[in-house]
Protein backbone atom coordinates (compact mmCIF):
# COMPACT_ATOMS: atom_id res chain seq x y z
CA UNK A 1 0.00 0.00 0.00
CA UNK A 2 1.37 3.42 -1.10
CA UNK A 3 0.71 6.60 1.11
CA UNK A 4 1.04 9.99 -1.24
CA UNK A 5 0.16 13.21 0.00
CA UNK A 6 -0.93 13.74 -3.27
CA UNK A 7 -5.01 12.80 -4.33
CA UNK A 8 -3.84 12.88 -7.38
CA UNK A 9 -1.37 9.97 -7.37
CA UNK A 10 -3.23 8.23 -5.38
CA UNK A 11 -6.76 8.76 -7.58
CA UNK A 12 -4.56 7.29 -10.64
CA UNK A 13 -2.86 4.37 -8.57
CA UNK A 14 -6.18 3.42 -7.77
CA UNK A 15 -8.01 3.64 -10.89
CA UNK A 16 -5.54 1.30 -12.65
CA UNK A 17 -5.50 -0.60 -9.67
CA UNK A 18 -9.54 -1.16 -9.81
CA UNK A 19 -10.45 -0.23 -12.83
CA UNK A 20 -13.07 2.46 -11.75
CA UNK A 21 -12.83 6.25 -12.14
CA UNK A 22 -12.74 8.27 -9.47
CA UNK A 23 -12.86 11.67 -10.67
CA UNK A 24 -13.81 13.41 -7.08
CA UNK A 25 -11.26 12.18 -4.93
CA UNK A 26 -9.94 14.93 -2.60
CA UNK A 27 -9.07 13.09 0.68
CA UNK A 28 -6.40 12.91 3.19
CA UNK A 29 -3.83 9.94 2.41
CA UNK A 30 -4.46 8.14 5.74
CA UNK A 31 -8.02 7.17 4.91
CA UNK A 32 -6.17 4.81 1.55
CA UNK A 33 -6.70 1.49 3.47
CA UNK A 34 -10.78 2.67 4.00
CA UNK A 35 -10.98 3.46 0.22
CA UNK A 36 -9.37 0.36 -0.65
CA UNK A 37 -12.08 -1.28 1.29
CA UNK A 38 -14.74 -0.01 -0.03
CA UNK A 39 -13.68 -0.50 -3.37
CA UNK A 40 -13.15 -4.14 -2.37
CA UNK A 41 -16.32 -4.56 -1.45
CA UNK A 42 -17.82 -3.71 -4.57
CA UNK A 43 -15.47 -5.88 -6.37
CA UNK A 44 -16.97 -8.63 -4.08
CA UNK A 45 -20.38 -7.56 -4.71
CA UNK A 46 -20.00 -7.87 -8.27
CA UNK A 47 -20.62 -4.24 -8.69
CA UNK A 48 -17.37 -3.00 -9.55
CA UNK A 49 -18.02 -2.53 -13.28
CA UNK A 50 -21.12 -0.16 -12.88
CA UNK A 51 -19.58 1.76 -10.16
CA UNK A 52 -19.65 5.43 -10.61
CA UNK A 53 -18.03 6.97 -7.69
CA UNK A 54 -19.12 10.88 -7.98
CA UNK A 55 -17.16 12.27 -5.18
CA UNK A 56 -14.50 11.01 -2.20
CA UNK A 57 -14.01 13.69 0.31
CA UNK A 58 -13.53 14.69 4.17
CA UNK A 59 -16.76 16.25 5.30
CA UNK A 60 -17.00 17.35 9.14
CA UNK A 61 -13.97 15.03 10.01
CA UNK A 62 -15.70 11.98 8.51
CA UNK A 63 -14.73 10.06 4.96
CA UNK A 64 -17.67 10.53 2.79
CA UNK A 65 -17.87 8.36 -0.31
CA UNK A 66 -21.03 9.45 -2.66
CA UNK A 67 -21.72 6.98 -5.80
CA UNK A 68 -24.30 5.22 -7.24
CA UNK A 69 -23.87 1.71 -6.26
CA UNK A 70 -26.58 -0.51 -4.52
CA UNK A 71 -27.70 -0.66 -1.03
CA UNK A 72 -25.26 -2.62 0.19
CA UNK A 73 -22.67 -0.28 -1.03
CA UNK A 74 -24.55 2.36 0.53
CA UNK A 75 -24.47 0.35 3.80
CA UNK A 76 -20.61 0.14 3.38
CA UNK A 77 -19.96 3.60 2.83
CA UNK A 78 -21.68 4.37 5.73
CA UNK A 79 -19.87 2.16 7.90
CA UNK A 80 -16.37 3.27 6.32
CA UNK A 81 -17.37 6.71 7.36
CA UNK A 82 -17.92 5.85 10.83
CA UNK A 83 -15.04 3.83 10.78
CA UNK A 84 -12.83 6.72 9.67
CA UNK A 85 -13.63 8.80 12.98
CA UNK A 86 -11.00 6.42 14.64
CA UNK A 87 -8.71 6.29 11.56
CA UNK A 88 -6.23 9.47 11.48
CA UNK A 89 -6.64 10.83 8.19
CA UNK A 90 -3.46 12.09 7.54
CA UNK A 91 -1.28 8.91 8.72
CA UNK A 92 -3.54 6.03 8.73
CA UNK A 93 -2.49 5.20 12.24
CA UNK A 94 -5.33 4.96 15.48
CA UNK A 95 -6.99 8.45 15.58
CA UNK A 96 -9.41 11.03 17.39
CA UNK A 97 -12.11 12.81 15.99
CA UNK A 98 -11.52 16.12 16.48
CA UNK A 99 -13.17 19.93 16.86
CA UNK A 100 -11.32 22.94 16.99
CA UNK A 101 -13.48 26.25 16.11
CA UNK A 102 -15.24 24.98 13.00
CA UNK A 103 -12.75 22.59 12.19
CA UNK A 104 -13.48 19.02 12.57
CA UNK A 105 -10.69 16.29 11.85
CA UNK A 106 -9.70 12.95 13.01
CA UNK A 107 -5.79 12.86 13.80
CA UNK A 108 -3.73 11.25 15.77
CA UNK A 109 -1.95 12.31 18.41
CA UNK A 110 1.34 13.22 16.45
CA UNK A 111 -0.72 14.59 13.65
CA UNK A 112 -2.41 16.93 15.69
CA UNK A 113 0.58 18.37 17.46
CA UNK A 114 2.10 18.57 13.78
CA UNK A 115 -1.22 20.32 12.60
CA UNK A 116 -0.47 23.00 15.31
CA UNK A 117 2.88 23.39 15.31
CA UNK A 118 2.49 24.34 11.77
CA UNK A 119 -0.26 27.07 12.50
CA UNK A 120 2.00 28.76 14.51
CA UNK A 121 4.75 28.66 12.29
CA UNK A 122 1.79 30.70 10.04
CA UNK A 123 1.25 33.25 12.76
Not at 102 to 113: K, V
Amino acid sequence: MSVSDDPKQLREELQREYGVSLPGLSCYPGWERLLRQFLDEAKAAGELDGLKVLQIKEKLGELRIYHNGSRYLQHVSRKLADLSTEVCEACGGEGEFRTDGGLYRTLCQSCEDERLREARNRT
